[in-house]
């Protein structure tokens, strides 16, 4: 697979503060890459460093193979970035900006424009002054999506949307994706990196903590099991892979390890099982855990 | 009057402890320079100094920088009346900028921000915010009215008595008190923060050029001027309290006016309509170019107007020029033996002073570019295949551009309407004004290269320019009072640079300087295109 970001032991001080000590991963070529991490942690950061908005300070950086900060501008022409925050001029109108940016960008679609603004519902003759954080951040959004890139870098995209808008969006970005275009997008909104993302890059405190598909990451963590059976499951509770057992008359609910599941499947069965639910981590299980332990 | 004002206290005192700082820097600043002057005076008094200062003064030039005075033989100007005739109407234009900025920071551009919003979900009157605003403005100019009263007083000198120094401190005062009410109104007709500051400083721009006319033509009219309420005290002369009883009522009247406007507004709005905007921008927007233009549109038309008008203003003194000499035997020699006529020598002293004028536009030109970013509104843009050099060499391009429009239209207002009033005595053409203004040139461009300069490596100290555009101001304005030592004089780029039509034109200072100005926003560049981009984060 071609890599289309490759990061390496990227670095960025700010005055004393360290704010990306060691950031390490990589963007396939059609793969939508979720970046997850709590305030602070360094993914707008990141992302920047990208952009060659800000210089690295140690560490490679690239982009379809070219490096973020030198090559920035040939770069630049194949890529849409949408940041967390999208302040416009108040004195343009939405429409104007939208069109602003496609033309500084290139290559823009104007009938895709148009359809876009149809469906995120935006008003293109307001002076953008009087928009809500949402309605700017549809500019943002209209105008990078109406442009054809390669890669599109999204910093919460969808800060500020309503649930509906929100839904719009990640239909979209699915067409994109479906187009073979790669995305990196980071997000608070777990459910929605869940639903987009191929794989999922994990930041805390500019350090990358864990990388891989939902799959792998699910694997090495646990599931949370509600398990009735007709004799005694108290058994269960020292069978290897077991944590944090409770147990009420013949009903008991654990934790257990993924690798471990056919172990406990086995004991279980030696008791009688009545009844059987395994729930697979959700994405912000998996974030509380690096984040809580 | 519960439901408007409630608990207008709990701000007013979280204001005071917000601003603390600022405040002892403002009465500090405003106050020193106000009172602080008083031995340099004593120094000018020695000898003839007094009977040559009024002389001096009595020029309709310096009345139409200076303003007038009460006093009508040079025998009974003393250092008391030559201290209020210099310094009460440039102080009091401070105090009064001052009080417009403060203001309007605290009520439209929290509102802008959206500080206010947060702020009325509380327990807090609808106008509570304006209230509070005002009342620190006012204990801040009774502050600073009694600390300059208090210094001036300290001084001990015959002349200036305890009532003048008390009326000089109101005067003063009273100025900064209009300042405010004047933003403050401006705060609510206006849709915007910036638009609420750059006309507030226009009527503050337009009140002193007004009273410049009067001043010279019949200075009874100044008495309607709001900025006429300040000087006309006649401090330590005719000790006159009556315009600090007019000034009072104004302020009184448009306080009540602006709450009123206030009451019928919603937040965030103004009173000028706002239209319904395109749908697609035009061709002419869909660049670089046609965006930053777009940007700074408003501010730069603000400005380019304002220059003409100042122009024109000083353009019509020269009609009265030869009466003031007719009248004054003293001058008539004087000039006649310096070989200078009157209006040559006014037009290189007020072409200087315009010329310090007309170096703002560019700065703000090229601080824009830094707001621009700070705001995080070039985000989006960095990402796209647009150069950080475009960004950079467009923006100094338009300031550059600006610059030389300001230039011309300074120096084109006085020539033309000095040449107009003259009728058939005008001994130069409109080429002559043209020249005296570019010929300034490279101070304008020297500006705009500090200014960039900041941009490209400490883009924080692109207000610093500010300072020291002020500081070259302040230099010029008083070399012709006081007589500074000569290597303090050249601290200031434009002393560097001959006077025309008094003097005559110097090639390789005008070249050096462009050069420098040009070396610098090279530099400039190199440190833009190299820098981390400032973005809150």
């Known amino acids: 697979m071609t890599e289309i970001v490759k990061i390496k032991g990227l670095q960025k001080k700010f005055g004393k503060f360290q704010a990306l000590s060691d950031v390490t991963f990589r963007v396939g070529a059609g793969e939508v890459v979720g970046f997850i991490g709590p305030n602070g942690a360094g993914k707008s950061t990141t992302i920047r460093a990208l952009l060659g908005i800000i210089k690295r300070d140690a560490g490679k950086a690239e982009i379809f ?72 951040q549809k500019v943002g959004l209209i105008a990078a999506l109406s442009v054809d ?76 099991v509600t398990l009735a059976t007709e004799k005694d499951v108290s058994k269960m509770e020292t069978v290897e892979g077991v944590h944090d057992f409770m147990q009420k008359d013949n009903q008991a609910t654990f934790s257990a390890d993924n690798k471990y599941i056919n172990d406990i499947l086995m004991e279980a069965t030696k008791l009688g099982v009545k009844k059987f639910e395994a729930v697979p981590p959700t994405l912000e299980d998996l974030f509380m855990r690096h984040y809580e332990g | 009057m519960k439901e408007k004002f409630a608990r207008w206290d709990i701000l007013f005192l979280q204001y005071l402890k917000r601003d603390w700082k600022k405040i002892i820097f403002w009465i500090l600043g405003i106050g020193l320079f106000s009172g602080g002057f008083v031995p340099a005076f004593e120094e000018i008094a020695k000898g003839q100094g007094l009977i040559g200062m009024f002389e001096t003064l009595q020029n309709p030039a310096m009345v139409s920088m200076v303003g007038p005075t009460p006093v009508e033989t040079a025998a009974d100007y003393t250092i008391g009346a030559m201290y209020a005739h210099e310094m009460l109407l440039f102080c009091g234009l401070f105090a009064m900028i001052m009080a417009v900025l403060h203001v309007i920071g605290h009520t439209r551009k929290e509102e802008d921000l959206g500080l206010t919003e947060l702020v009325r979900s509380f327990q807090i009157g609808r106008q509570a915010n304006s209230l509070a605003a005002m009342a620190e403005v006012v204990v801040i100019n009774i502050i600073l009215a009694l600390f300059i009263s208090a210094l001036l007083i300290v001084f001990n000198v015959d002349t200036i008595s305890f009532q003048g120094s008390f009326l000089f401190g109101a005067s003063i005062g009273m100025a900064g008190v209009i300042g405010a009410v004047i933003g403050l109104v401006m705060a609510q007709i206006m849709p915007a923060s910036s638009s609420a500051t750059g006309s507030a400083l226009g009527i503050v721009g337009l009140l002193y050029i007004a009273r ?52 019928g507004r919603d937040i965030g709005a103004g009173y000028l309509p706002e239209r319904e905007g395109r749908e697609n921008a035009k061709r002419s927007l869909l660049s670089v170019r046609g965006l930053f233009i777009k940007l700074n549109r408003g501010v730069t038309i603000g400005w380019l107007i304002g220059f003409g008008v100042m ?57 824009k570019l830094f707001a621009e970013e700070s705001r995080q509104h070039l985000s989006q843009l960095y990402a796209t295949k647009v150069t950080r050099g475009q960004f950079y060499w467009t923006t100094i391009g338009l300031a550059v551009i600006a610059g030389l429009i300001g230039t011309l239209l300074a120096a084109g207002g006085l020539g033309g309407t000095a040449i107009s009033v003259m009728e058939d005595s005008a001994a130069m053409d409109i080429s002559d004004f043209l020249a005296a203004g570019y010929n300034f040139l490279p101070s304008v461009l020297f500006f705009t290269a500090l200014a960039a300069l900041a941009l490209g490596w400490a883009p924080k100290l692109g207000k610093v320019v500010y300072a020291y555009l002020g500081y070259s101001f302040i230099l010029n304005y008083f070399d012709s009072i006081l007589d500074l030592p000569e290597w303090f004089l050249k601290t200031a780029v434009q002393s560097w640079i001959p006077q025309m039509p008094t003097d005559s034109f110097d090639a390789p200072v005008f070249i050096t300087i462009t050069v420098i100005s040009i070396v610098l926003m090279i530099v400039g560049y190199l440190g833009y295109n190299r820098r981390d981009m400032i973005e809150g984060a």
């Open chain 1, 65 to 136: 193979g070219k490096d973020v900060w030198k090559d920035s501008l040939e770069i630049h022409k194949r890529i849409s970035y949408v940041p967390g925050d999208v302040a416009l001029w108040g004195s343009l109108t939405g429409g104007e900006i939208i069109d602003l940016f496609m033309k500084l960008h290139g290559g823009g679609d104007k009938q895709k424009r148009d359809y876009l603004i149809k469906r995120f519902e935006l008003d293109p003759k307001k002076k953008s002054k009087g928009y809500s954080k949402g309605n700017r």
């Open chain 2, 212 to 263: 410049a006319g009067t001043d010279v033509s019949n200075v009874d009219f100044s008495m309607f001027n709001p900025l006429g309420w300040t000087y006309l005290t006649y401090p330590f002369t005719d000790n006159n309290w009556l315009p600090i009883i007019f000034a009072l009522i104004f302020s009184v009247v448009m306080v009540i006016l602006a709450f009123a406007l206030e009451g």
């Open chain 1, 149 to 224: 890139s390669d890669l599109y870098i999204f910093d919460e995209p969808t800060s500020g949307l309503d649930p509906l808008m929100e839904a719009v969006f990640q239909e979209e970005v699915e067409k994109i994706k479906e187009a073979g275009k790669s995305i990196l997008l980071s997000s608070h909104i777990l459910s929605e990196v869940e639903r987009l993302a191929d794989r999922v890059v994990i930041i805390r405190q500019g350090e990358i903590v864990e990388s891989g598909t939902l799959d792998e990451l699910r694997h090495l963590t646990r599931s949370a």
């Open chain 2, 311 to 367: 122009g024109a203003a000083y353009g019509s003194i020269y009609g009265d020029m030869q009466t003031f000499l007719e009248s004054n035997e003293m001058m008539k020699q004087m000039f006649a033996q310096s070989g200078v006529s009157i209006e040559e020598s006014f037009t290189g002293t007020i072409m200087m002073v315009m010329m310090v004028l007309v170096s703002i536009l560019p700065i703000v030109v090229v601080n």
